[in-house]
């Protein structure tokens, strides 16, 4: 339990490099916008994990060379200060080292306990805070070169290349993460080698001893780093230094996996040796350097027209900064820690007289637990868990699809039933238009048929008395026959009926001008308002004079009176005012 609690600094600063160093690998990617910050930090935490795991014992072990950090104590306060020193910078969002940081409080270590740190291994790591940027500057510079002297070989449609970017990006940025945690796991994890735990773990496919047990809990406080807190870096490194291009990101990307790799592999260490060339050091390069020295070895192939001085500015001062800050910051927290907690920071066995010397342990025999079947178990387990989620996540699909498709089923029938309801009220009113026509032909034709009984029975009537005046002897007789004839035809030229119709009509479609005319003029007679009322209907006096059985003259007269009541000029229009009302 104790042993937990000291590593919780280490925790942390992994955390902290997940959020600093870590958001390098897909730094520039991110900030060219073409792959989202999710899809980045879940393949980065993926890959980064496994390079710790399987690739990191060899930075470690140079790392942990420098100062021989033997006390659990001094672990947890190297790493914290290391830690706090990384998170300060990354506050103000500057990509800062986490190997200078860690490197600096490990010589704060040395300089509180009087130790003398290995000057070799130092100048080893340290001539990487060099080497490394210019290869990668070295490296992105060839690579673009190269990239663009493909493309202006290779015609290549501008959405198909923007595909294959894509892709590039995510197969770099998971190599980069992978050498990532291959090379940086020493810084989170290197002075707590000593005090791993003594046993084994075989999955039957692979073997994971105590050191990368403690290595995969790094890898994953990494992967913590990645997820929580590394965007706003990602952005400063994708866009701070340079305008980045999708083309330029990729190259990035890959030159800086490639430098990373380089000082991490034992097998490529091995082959050099073994062919006689010198090996690449096996030390813990800062991945920050690298990427900003590849990002500058893209600017001075575009031109240097294209770096931001004033971010490039500001990234060195936290360089030079950060191991001086981690240095005075680890001094004094081992002196608190120290006096006040009483906790040992070194092993005095280990130190005599300000010496160090090296003091002979026995050889450990680690514990090893047969994982193999647990391995299935666990695996057929995940197996499971993930096929039943996919039924349940097709299921759920099926389930919005078909719930998709019944909503639209459903909008379609409330739309027709919408359509018909219309139609059917169209029909409704052309229906009622036609029983109207209909109607009103069935009342002409009724009106017809009365209209010819009655005339019919009007000269049947005038044909018996001319037969009956035929008959009188008298002249006296035969001129009172007449008369009453034409007595009979003339009350006919009244159409006492058809006008009493038609007056009905007339003052019902122009009620409110009679209304209007009785309230302006109330000393109209009923002649005079009748009189108005055909004129407004336009008609002649020939036809006026029918309808209110008088002679034309007399509709003259009639129309003179009618304009004198109403106050009107004899060269006025009696027909436009009437109109006006």
């Known amino acids: 339990m104790l042993f937990l609690l000291f590593l919780s600094s280490g925790l942390f600063l992994g955390w902290s490099l997940g959020s600093n160093d870590a958001a390098n690998v897909f730094g520039t990617a991110v900030g060219s916008r073409m792959i989202k910050f999710r899809v980045a930090a879940l393949i980065a935490s993926i890959f980064v994990v496994i390079g710790a795991v399987f690739q990191g014992k060899g930075g470690a072990e140079t790392l942990n060379s420098l100062g021989m950090v033997d ?23 500057l990509p800062v080292s986490t190997s200078q940081a860690i490197v600096g409080a490990i010589i704060g270590w040395n300089l509180f306990t009087g130790r003398q740190p290995d000057l070799g291994v130092l100048t080893k790591i340290v001539s990487t805070w060099v080497s490394g940027p210019l290869l990668g500057m070295l490296f ?10 493909t493309l202006s070989k290779i015609q290549v449609h501008v959405i198909r290349l923007d595909t294959y970017i894509r892709i590039g990006l995510v197969v770099a940025g998971a190599f ?58 990602m952005k400063t490194v994708g866009n701070g230094i340079l305008s980045m291009s999708p ?3 990729i190259i990035v990307v890959l030159a ?40 500058l070895g893209i600017g001075l192939v575009k031109g240097s027209r294209e770096i931001n001085s004033k971010s490039l500015g500001g990234i060195g001062l936290g360089w030079i900064a950060t191991p001086v800050i981690a240095a005075v910051f680890c001094f004094f927290a081992l002196f608190f820690v120290q006096n006040v907690f009483h906790l040992e920071i070194s092993n005095p066995l280990n130190n005599i007289a300000g010496q160090q010397i090296a003091v002979d342990t026995p050889e450990r025999t680690s514990k090893a637990i047969n994982l193999i079947l647990p391995g299935i178990i666990l695996a057929s387990a995940i197996i499971i ?15 919005t699809a078909e719930n998709e498709l019944l909503h639209q089923q459903n909008q379609l029938y409330q739309t027709q039933r919408n359509l018909n309801s219309m139609e059917i009220s169209s029909m409704q009113s052309a229906y009622e238009l036609l029983n109207m026509k209909h109607e009103s032909k069935r009342k002409e034709f009724i009106d017809m048929a009365n209209n010819l009984t009655e005339q019919r029975l009007f000269l049947d009537e005038i044909n018996k008395l001319l037969d009956e ?46 209304i ?66």
């Open 469 to 514: 005046s035929l008959t009188k002897d008298k002249l006296s007789d035969y001129q009172e026959s007449i008369q009453n004839i034409q007595n009979i035809i003339h009350q006919k030229l009244t159409f006492a009926s058809e006008k009493s119709t038609f007056y009905a009509e007339v003052e019902k479609t122009h009620k409110d001008f009679k």
């Open 516 to 581: 209007k005319l009785e309230s302006k003029y109330p000393d109209l007679s009923e002649h005079d308002k009748k009189l108005a009322t055909l004129i407004r209907l336009d008609l002649s006096n020939k036809e006026i004079a029918t309808l209110m059985g008088i002679s034309p003259k007399s509709v003259e007269v009639s129309r003179y009176r009618l304009k004198k009541k109403l106050g009107l000029e004899k060269d006025s229009s009696l027909i436009e005012f009437i109109n006006q009302i």
């Open 247 to 249: 083309e330029a990101a």
């Open 140 to 149: 992105s510079a060839l690579l673009y070169l190269l990239f663009k002297r």
């Open 385 to 399: 868990i993930v096929f039943i989620w996919l039924l349940a996540r097709q299921q759920q699909l099926r389930l």
């Open 71 to 93: 006390a659990l104590a001094g672990g947890f306060t190297i790493s914290l200060s290391a830690a706090f020193t990384v998170l300060i910078m990354t506050k103000r969002g």
């Open 256 to 295: 800086q996996a490639v430098v990373l790799f380089l000082f991490s592999s034992s097998s490529l260490s091995d082959l050099l040796m073994h062919i006689g060339l010198p090996p690449f050091p096996l030390v813990p390069v800062s991945s920050t350097q690298v990427v900003v020295g590849s990002v």
């Open 176 to 233: 980069g993460a992978y050498s990532l945690g291959a090379n940086n796991i020493a810084n989170v994890m290197g002075v707590f080698v000593h005090a791993a735990p003594d046993i084994s773990l075989d999955f039957g496919i692979f073997v994971l001893d105590g050191t990368q047990l403690l290595f995969l809990m790094g890898g994953l406080a990494i992967a913590l780093g990645i997820y929580t807190y590394s965007e706003k870096v």
